[in-house]
Every structure is written in structure tokens, then in C-alpha cells.
């Protein structure tokens, strides 16, 4: 036995320990949860049974959580907060507490309805960070990393994919996913099909420079790299890993002076914002990112559009 079902079980009967356990096993081998994932909603569970030991003064029984009130909850949270916690963190600790509740009620093991008579915590939206236009353009240039000691094939390589993302606005996953058939040689074509969330594919725009580049990385990459497989490899001529992509960034933050924000995925930020405040459709850039709803896209409007106008007085800068 873990010193942690240890600790819970000082606060929750038998019963309801057992019920925690089926819980588990059902997120990890029904939901296909990751087990860092399993073991967060454990430990958000058990704090919350732990609370409610100390709060009613007794050991919590699947009759105590069906008799809990809305203040019972609201109490919960105020002592989370109390110790420091942000509201990102306890949303997540009642999405636990929610999940395991709607578990118990399924199995015919009560209906703890104060979890849902109580509204969860609202979570600021934070605005997207975007690059500069003259950084983003400059993640391309292979002389910023003269210096270290890399195949010229994997510089152009990390040039493509940088030049990629920031070019057409994609997740890293849907990069680095592209099959070799789906890029067009330059001037054979200026769109790609790829595969984004959900396993839904989109048809998005590839400049000319991009297209180019990726080019230049294919003409020097010592691999084969036939139709059917991916177009960008790793060092061993395996998949690239997105590690690899980040490390690179990170080097690259370095040489240009930007923030930790700027990530792979704040490419795809600057992608939008920058069209944005170019005056772009907020639905065509919907569609472009591959947002499965409008809500999602409309984060970007609340970036000071005049303020973004005085950084980018052009279109697109690659355009």
C-alpha cells in the first residue's frame, strides 16, 4: 500500500475507497487516460476528501458526499484558496471531484448534486504573445546559428520548419506530421493539406519563401525521404520530435534577445495576430488555425488591434 492510500484511507471509509479505486482503473483502462494524468485526479480527489474530514469533523462515506451542500463545496474552495491556489488549479481540483461524482452516480452509488449546484471558478483568457515581425522573420536565417556545430542539412532543416510554422500558422504536431507528398515543390502549388485535431484535415496557404526553404532542407537532407513518409526527419532519419523544434527555439531566444514565451506555438499565435491586425476575417483565420469553434479565434481580438497596426504595417511579412 502507497504512503498516499495510506493518508486517504485515515479519511475515507472503506467503501468509498473502493469506489475511488474502480474510479481510477476506469480512467486509466476505459478513458485511456496517461497515468500523470490518473495520478493528478487522485491527488485532486483526495484532497477534497481530505478537506471534507476535517471540515465534518468525521470519516467521508459515499452517504456523507451524497449529503454534502453547495457551502460544503464553496467552503472547499475558499480553502484552496486560501493556501495560495490560483483558479486555473482549482478548476481543475472540482473537474476531479465532478469526474469521480458522476462516476459514483453511474454506478448506482448516489448522486452527489452539490458538485454541480456550484459554479467553478472563472479562468481569465490570456492573450496570445506574439513575435515581432522582425524576430519571427529572422527564425528562418541559418547565419544566427553559425557558431554551433550542426549539419548545414539541419539548419535548413530547422529553418523549414520554423519558416513552416509561423508561414501557415500550424500546430508543431500538424508540422511535423506532413507527409513529403503533401508539400508542393515552389511554384507547383501554394496550398497543403494537413491533419490537425480530431484527426480532421484543413487545406491551408504556403508561401513561395516557405515552400523554397523546405526545398533547399530537402535538396541537402542525406536521407531518403519517399512520398509516403514524413518530409521532415531527425538526425537518425527517424521522425522529428517536437523536443527537438523547442530546443531549437529556445537557442534561438537566445541569440534574438525574446521572451520564454516565444515557443514553437507562439509562432502560431503570431500567424494570427498579425493577420489580424492586418485587418483579416476573423472566421477565414478560423478556418486557417483549424479552430473547431469562433470562440477560440476571438481571443485574438482582444489584442490592442492599434497597437499591433503601429508594429505591422504590412501584410503578412513573408507575403
Not at 490560483?86 to 448506482?108: D, I, K, Y
Not at 537566445?254 to 516565444?262: I, K, S
Request: hydrophobic fraction near 40%; aromatic fraction near 6%.
Amino acid at each position: 500500500m502507497s504512503s498516499d492510500e495510506s493518508d486517504t484511507l485515515q479519511f475515507a471509509s472503506a467503501e468509498a475507497m473502493t469506489e475511488l479505486r474502480r474510479w481510477l482503473v476506469h480512467l486509466g483502462a476505459e478513458r485511456r487516460m496517461s497515468p500523470k494524468t490518473v495520478e493528478a485526479y487522485e491527488r485532486d480527489v483526495r484532497q477534497f476528501l481530505g478537506f471534507l474530514t476535517g471540515h465534518g469533523g468525521e470519516q467521508v462515506t459515499l452517504q456523507a458526499l451524497a449529503d454534502l451542500e453547495p457551502r460544503d463545496v464553496r467552503a472547499f474552495m475558499a480553502a484552496r484558496r486560501s493556501g495560495g491556489i490560483g483558479s486555473r488549479s482549482l478548476m481543475r481540483s472540482l473537474a476531479g471531484a465532478r469526474s469521480f461524482a458522476r462516476f459514483l452516480e453511474r454506478n448506482g452509488k448516489g448522486r452527489v448534486g452539490a458538485l454541480s449546484a456550484v459554479r467553478a471558478p472563472k479562468v481569465p483568457k490570456t492573450l496570445p504573445k506574439p513575435i515581432d515581425v522582425a524576430s519571427a522573420k529572422r527564425l528562418a536565417d541559418v547565419g544566427l546559428r553559425a557558431g554551433e556545430e550542426r549539419e548545414p542539412w539541419v539548419l535548413a532543416r530547422d529553418a523549414a520548419v520554423l519558416a513552416l510554422l509561423y508561414g501557415s500558422g500550424l500546430r508543431i504536431s500538424e508540422a511535423l506530421g506532413l507527409m513529403r507528398e503533401a508539400v508542393p515543390a515552389p511554384g507547383k502549388g501554394d496550398a497543403i493539406t494537413v491533419t490537425g485535431k480530431g484527426n480532421k484535415t484543413r487545406m491551408v496557404p504556403v508561401l513561395r519563401q516557405v515552400l523554397e526553404l523546405i526545398d533547399e532542407y530537402v535538396a541537402l537532407c542525406p536521407y531518403d525521404l519517399p512520398d509516403q513518409g514524413p518530409i521532415f526527419v531527425g538526425a537518425k532519419g527517424g521522425p522529428l520530435s517536437p523536443r527537438i523544434v523547442q530546443l531549437v527555439m529556445a537557442r534561438l531566444r537566445g541569440a534574438l534577445g525574446l521572451a520564454e514565451t516565444a515557443t514553437p506555438h507562439a509562432l502560431r499565435h503570431s500567424f494570427a495576430t498579425h493577420l489580424l491586425a492586418r485587418g483579416g476575417d476573423l472566421r477565414a483565420i478560423q478556418e486557417l488555425l483549424g479552430h473547431a469553434s469562433l470562440s477560440t479565434t476571438q481571443i485574438y481580438t482582444a489584442v490592442d488591434t492599434e497597437q499591433l497596426l503601429n508594429v505591422y504595417r504590412s501584410a503578412h511579412p513573408r507575403a
